[in-house]
């Protein structure tokens, strides 16, 4: 308990923190939203119309420290403001249109990659020089070194352009409306395959070689070696014994990735045309859209955060060598 309590202390610590670098770094900027706004309306804004726009957006010559906890009284509430790139829509109400989309994307791929790379990992220790130890570190590392995008846009291009076997773009077919119905719960499946696709091919040789490294050196461990004078089955020493603990640094490694799934996606949801955040973030970039970029940024600090805290709790579950310390 003490050391959830400690670590509850500092994470909270860590969010303090975030957020008061999420109001200082735009301040510290050149300029400010409303300045962008002008130049896309080509100044078409009187003096009273500015003043206006710079209360909006929580730019107004008050002592910094009043705008500072007006800041945080309304970042606690998840008020964000107003979108410059999309006004006068808020900032809440974009984030939630397209916030599911990036995270059905982004846990499939996780999942499905941290799942497969592990599995493949932990088989391929265990039977060193046979046939998958010898092909699949290679072949994951030579597709692993190409870019999402990269991978993203050679897979469009033959898969969906050249023999149409799959959609370009977009998260469900047009013609159908959203809703619980097996004709969309397809569609959105049969869209999702080429942008999970490549991310998978990508990520899961850096999970199955992560776990192999850690399971080799788990293996050569002396209670391993007690388990197998035990008369324990291979199945037994080997989930039981070696790979739960070989695991641990891959479930670190998971709770991280939680944390990036808006930005690590970014470009081939770009790529796909996908309406998740990243297509979001590199607008709110391109457009100097702050409220947005800021709540996006929020986002991704608070959801490493959150999910390093996770697998705080869970190392207790699995480690009990954490619980004393």
């Known amino acids: 308990m003490k050391y959830i309590l400690r670590q509850v202390g500092l994470y909270l610590l860590a969010?303090?923190?975030s957020l008061t670098l999420n109001f200082i770094l735009p301040r510290s900027m050149p300029g400010d939203p409303v300045?962008?706004?002008m130049a896309r309306m080509h100044g078409r804004l009187n003096a009273q119309q500015i003043e206006a726009f710079k209360a909006a957006y929580g730019f107004t010559n008050g002592p910094i420290l009043n705008q500072y906890f007006q800041y945080l009284s309304h970042a606690l509430r998840g008020d964000f403001g107003i979108?410059?790139?999309a006004y006068p829509a808020h900032v809440s109400t974009i984030i939630a249109t397209s916030f599911m989309w990036t995270i059905l994307l982004g846990a499939?791929?996780?999942v499905i990659s941290f799942v497969l790379g592990t599995a493949l990992g932990v088989i391929i220790a265990w039977r060193r020089s046979g046939v998958m130890d010898s092909t699949l570190p290679g072949l994951t590392g030579f597709i692993g070194s190409f870019p999402y995008f990269w991978l993203a846009m050679v897979a469009l291009y033959f898969m969906g352009f050249k023999f149409g076997w799959f959609p370009m773009s977009h998260a469900y077919s047009d013609y159908l409306s959203p809703g619980f119905t097996w004709a969309y719960i397809g569609s959105v499946l049969y869209h999702m395959v080429l942008p999970a696709g490549t991310i998978i091919l990508v990520s899961v040789g850096g999970w199955m070689m992560g776990m192999r490294s850690?399971?080799?050196a788990v293996l050569d461990e002396d209670y391993i070696t007690m388990a197998e004078a035990k008369g324990l089955s291979q199945r037994t020493v080997m989930f039981q014994y070696a790979m739960r603990n070989?695991?641990?640094?891959n479930i670190t490694q998971f709770g991280m990735s939680i944390g990036f799934i808006i930005a690590g996606q970014l470009l081939t949801e770009m790529v796909f045309s996908y309406p998740g955040l990243g297509f979001y973030l590199v607008r709110s970039v391109t457009t100097m859209d702050y409220p947005l970029m800021q709540?996006?940024?929020l986002m991704i600090t608070l959801a490493v955060l959150v999910a390093n805290f996770l697998v705080?709790?869970?190392y207790v579950q699995l480690d009990p060598r954490v619980r004393v310390s």
């Not at 070989?246 to 640094?249: F, H, N, R, S, W």
């Open 15 to 17: 969010a303090w923190a």
């Open 312 to 314: 705080d709790i869970l």
């Open 246 to 249: 070989a695991i641990l640094p």
């Open 295 to 297: 709540a996006l940024f």
């Open 83 to 85: 979108s410059i790139s």
């Open 214 to 216: 850690t399971m080799i």
């Open 35 to 37: 300045t962008a706004l």
């Open 108 to 110: 499939v791929t996780l």
